[in-house]
């Protein structure tokens, strides 16, 4: 789905924007809340890559680290200016909040978010979650898709 949603904006913002969504191999049968990628990605573009000119890009990754999947979603663009340092519980935003929630509902306090300058240009938004590949106790909602 979030390919989907990348491709629409690029086809919007007209050779101004470059998205790339890499997972490795080892990721690929992962289970993600749905739609969890989402408002960091649209977060990136009208935060980001959008203040930049809109011109910019957006890559999205997914690894593995231990016992966690890590997602990260970086952008080119304008990076945070007077905005926050590292922040692991405290993100501002409606959006972010409501994802922090969803984060919090399904993982209690085993999830990490955090949203931090890039050190060259540009925003990282990660999440840090527990790996799995089918259900398990403790998770409530988790499905497949990002």
Not at 19 to 40: C, K
Not at 55 to 73: D, K, Y
Not at 100 to 126: D, F, I, S, W
């Amino acid at each position: 789905m979030l390919r989907r949603y990348l491709e629409i904006l690029e086809i919007r913002y007209q050779g101004r924007l470059v998205t790339e969504v890499t997972a490795e191999p080892d990721v690929l049968d992962a289970l993600v809340p749905t739609l969890i990628l989402q408002p960091l990605a649209e977060n990136a573009m009208t935060h980001g890559v959008a203040r930049a000119s809109g011109h910019g890009r957006i890559e999205v990754r997914a690894h593995g680290a231990g016992e966690e999947l890590v997602l990260t979603v970086r952008d080119t663009g304008a990076g945070a200016g007077a905005a926050a340092a590292p922040s692991p519980r405290g993100l501002g935003g409606l959006g972010l909040r409501h994802m922090r929630q969803r984060l919090e509902q399904l993982y209690e306090t085993a999830y990490r978010l955090e949203l931090k300058p890039h050190p060259e240009r540009g925003m990282v938004a990660e999440i840090a979650l527990p790996y799995h590949t089918g259900p398990s106790a403790g998770r409530k909602e988790v499905a497949e898709g990002g």
